[in-house]
């Protein structure tokens, strides 16, 4: 369908939509809620025996938050005549005004942030914390598989594998560091960038997961987006969190890369995110993973740093829910593709089919390869994910 034909029947949508990617330029929630001092207070919480609540420090807010509210609900949406597209774009100011009460209240008294994470990603099941407890019956795997996962490499030596790794697409990225951030990796979805953790020492076993799941999902489809006429894409769907974190993590699965250690991963995770509903600081996050699970210090401080950061952020425990979905979505012979289009969700495929139909999505111009067969070759992996409730 022509340009020319949306200034007609659906120019309101048009317009609203470049309104709304207007107000959400500053709106990536990641580049907020990663503490700036993260070394030193690691530092300080081993130092004092594990018994040392934090003190992070986090990047300002140098917009008027107040503002953005105002100008999210002054879009005329009684103007679009498409009743599921009227209601998509509703639920979609309501969703990055969440946002905004997300950012404007990271590490602010009276767990604000808290209450307001809870509203944007919800809270661990009864279901998703058995699965998780399911999950870490399963040791973790074998001394080859740890050898495996021996971090050599230095962030040098990561940027010129994923240089070389940009040629299995068609589409440029920048490469970036950084020593703000509580992961490896991830994905800057404004800038089109792919960001290092500063001086984190890579295995080539992380390296080849960061590369199925960072460039072959959440780039994908941000390079995805730009192609499509609207950019509800780019900016995101509403709940489209644990279907794009699903659909990363099972780029992981396809590609031979998902281990069992990874699940019980992304099980602690689940595990952190329900220790903190439950009231629980820190330091007792920390210690139920480290001393009642075993989990080791660095990396339960790690997940826990995750889970507790500007006052509790439960986004974490929606990994684990979204491979699952996904999974089932794939076992069912489902295809993936609408689901890459950019920043969508499971629960808005509907939206997604109904923008179709109107020429206001196009089929996808990038596809993730690891997609292209299935290469696991772990049984135990494949057992858990048939037999997660």
Not at 109 to 128: A, I
Not at 269 to 275: F, H, L
């Amino acid at each position: 369908m022509k340009l020319s034909k949306f200034t007609g029947e659906f120019q309101e949508v048009m317009e609203i939509d470049e309104n709304i990617h207007r107000l959400v330029g500053n709106l990536e929630l990641l580049a907020f809620i990663n503490p700036l001092n993260i070394a030193q207070e690691r530092k300080q919480f081993f130092k004092e025996k594990y018994k040392y609540n934090p003190k992070f420090k986090y990047r300002k807010v140098r917009f008027d938050t107040y503002k953005l509210h105002r100008l999210f609900f002054s879009q005329r949406l009684k103007d679009i005549d498409d009743k599921v597209i009227r209601d998509l774009y509703k639920d979609v100011v309501y969703t990055y005004s969440g946002m905004v009460q997300c950012i404007e209240t990271i590490s602010q008294p009276d767990n604000r942030f808290y209450f307001n994470s809870l509203r944007f990603y919800g809270t661990p099941t009864d279901k998703m914390v058995e699965n998780a407890k399911f999950i870490l019956h399963h040791r973790e795997d074998d001394e080859s598989a740890f050898a495996k996962a021996e971090p050599q490499l230095s962030t040098e030596q990561a940027i010129q594998f994923f240089e070389d790794y940009k040629k299995e697409y068609g589409f440029n990225f920048a490469i970036k560091t950084s020593s703000a951030m509580s992961a490896a990796a991830m994905v800057s979805n404004k800038d089109r960038a792919l960001i290092l953790k500063k001086n984190h020492q890579f295995s080539q076993h992380q390296l080849n997961v960061l590369a199925h799941h960072e460039i072959g999902v959440h780039l994908v489809t941000t390079f995805n987006a730009i192609e499509q006429p609207l950019k509800v894409f780019g900016n995101g769907f509403p709940n489209n969190v644990e279907t794009q974190e699903g659909l990363a993590v099972f780029a992981e699965y396809m590609s031979g890369n998902l281990t069992v250690s990874r699940l019980r991963e992304l099980a602690y995770r689940v595990i952190a995110a329900d220790s903190l509903i439950k009231g629980n600081d820190f330091t007792e996050t920390f210690n139920l993973i480290h001393n009642q699970y075993g989990l080791d210090r660095e990396r339960a401080f790690n997940i826990t740093l995750r889970v507790h950061r500007g006052g509790g952020f439960t986004k974490d425990a929606l990994y684990l829910s979204g491979l699952q979905k996904i999974y089932n979505l794939h076992q069912a012979g489902e295809s993936m593709e609408s689901l890459l289009m950019g920043k969508c969700s499971l629960e808005y495929l509907p939206s997604v089919k109904r923008l179709q139909e109107v020429g206001l999505a196009k089929p996808i111009t990038y596809k993730c390869k690891s997609y292209n067969s299935n290469n696991n070759k772990d049984q135990r992996v494949e057992w858990i994910l048939q037999n997660l409730k």
